[in-house]
C-alpha cells in the first residue's frame, strides 16, 4: 500500500456568507463566494502549500461549492503535479435550503445546548450526519492508497466542520473530544505527517475552548 506521506486539510478562505450571514436568504449556501480577504488568505495559504509540496505530486479532493473551488484556485498549485478530484462527501453541513438568518440563529442556540454532534438542523444534518458521510469518504480514501502509483502527497479542501470530523474519525477521538474543539480559521490547515513508526500524527492540534466531559472512560 503506498500510503501518502502528508494528507493536508484545508478550510476555505472567508466567504460572504462569513461576513454577512443575511446572504443565506439570497444565495445557496453551496454558490457562495470568497470575499476579496478570503482570496488572500489562501492565496497565503497556497504560498506554504508549494513549499511543502515541492515538486511532488498531489492527489486533491475538494468540495463541490463555490468557495472550495475558489479556494483551490488561488492556491496557484501546478496542473501538472495534481490530480483533482470533486468530493461531495467534504461538503459542508447541510442546514436546509432558503436559509431565514433569526431561524438559524435560535437553532444554532439549540445546537449549542443540545451538542454540535447530536444536534440535527430542521431539513438538514446533525454533526453525526456529516461524521458518516466523511467515514464514508475515507474508506474509499484508503482504498486508493492501494495503488502503486498513488501520489505523496493528499490535499482535502474542505470545510471547518468536516476538518474536525475528519481527524475525529482518523485519530478515533471521543464525541466529547470533538465537542470541545473551535474550528479552524479561514484557509487555515493542518497536517496529517506520516512518521518513522508508520503512524500519522496531526503536525499542530485544533484549539479547545472548553475541557472535554466525557460521560465514561472512553474520555
Known sequence: MARPRRIVLVRHGESTGNVDDTVYERVPD???ALTERGRRQAEETGKRLRE?????????????????????????????LIRVREEPRLREQDWGNWQDCDDVRLQKSYRDAYGHFFYRFAQ?????????????????LFRSFEAPDHPPNVLLVTHGLAMRLFCMRWFHWTVAEFESLANPGNAEMRMLVLG????????????HWRDPEPYGITG
Open 30 to 32: 453551496h454558490a457562495l
Open 52 to 80: 511543502v509540496f515541492g515538486r511532488e505530486r498531489v492527489s486533491v479532493y475538494v468540495s463541490p461549492y463555490r468557495r472550495t473551488h475558489e479556494t483551490l484556485s488561488a492556491f496557484h498549485l501546478d496542473p501538472e
Open 196 to 207: 518513522d513508526d508508520g503512524k500519522y500524527a496531526l503536525d499542530r492540534p485544533f484549539e
Open 124 to 140: 438538514g444534518e446533525s454533526g453525526a450526519d456529516v461524521y458518516d458521510r466523511v467515514g464514508g469518504f475515507l474508506e474509499s
